[in-house]
């Protein structure tokens, strides 16, 4: 156990765009939209990533956004988690779909090599926001 304690020392958000390639595999396999590569100067922690439509419609259809990720830089990449997509067709009275995926315990990025990646099930397009700290 270290003996310095470690704290967050500044937000963290990045943006991406995940393109609309269905990708219904829960192996990794398939395309996959990079969201956050860790850097090797100081480590990181991922908190939350929210999600929201990016056609320029904003119509969605029921599915899901599948989160993975790679400890090496490349495959093998592990399934971390799932958000439901809601159908909606945006109006005046209806919002376009957006939510937010919390993991069960915020996700470590030590180092360069820890990436994290989404694809979406249907072939839609997503905006995505990554949340978290530098930890210093």
Same mark, same amino acid.
């Given at each position: 156990?270290? /003996?310095?304690?470690?704290?967050?020392?500044?937000?963290?958000? #990045?943006? &991406?765009?995940? =393109?609309?390639? +269905? %990708?219904?595999?829960?192996?990794?396999?398939?395309?996959?939209?990079?969201?956050? /590569?860790?850097?090797?100067?100081?480590?990181?922690?991922?908190? #939350?990533? &929210?999600?929201? =439509?990016?056609? +320029? %419609?904003?119509?969605?259809?029921?599915?899901?956004?599948?989160?993975?990720?790679? /400890?090496?830089?490349?495959?093998?990449?592990?399934?971390?988690?799932?958000?439901?997509?809601? =159908?909606?067709?945006?109006?005046?009275?209806?919002?376009?779909?957006?939510?937010?995926?919390?993991?069960?315990?915020?996700?470590?990025?030590?180092?360069?090599?820890?990436?994290?990646?989404?694809?979406?099930?249907?072939?839609?397009?997503?905006?995505?926001?990554?949340?978290?700290?530098?930890?210093?």
């Amino acid at each position: 156990m270290g /003996t310095t304690p470690v704290f967050a020392s500044a937000d963290l958000l #990045a943006s &991406a765009a995940i =393109a609309a390639t +269905a %990708n219904t595999n829960h192996d990794g396999s398939g395309t996959l939209a990079t969201l956050f /590569t860790g850097t090797n100067a100081v480590p990181q922690r991922i908190d #939350a990533i &929210a999600i929201n =439509a990016g056609a +320029a %419609n904003g119509v969605t259809t029921a599915g899901k956004i599948r989160f993975f990720i790679s /400890t090496t830089g490349t495959a093998p990449f592990r399934k971390i988690g799932e958000l439901n997509v809601i =159908a909606a067709t945006p109006s005046a009275t209806v919002a376009a779909f957006s939510d937010v995926w919390y993991p069960p315990r915020p996700i470590a990025v030590p180092d360069a090599n820890t990436i994290i990646y989404a694809a979406p099930h249907n072939a839609e397009a997503f905006v995505a926001q990554v949340y978290g700290s530098k930890l210093t």
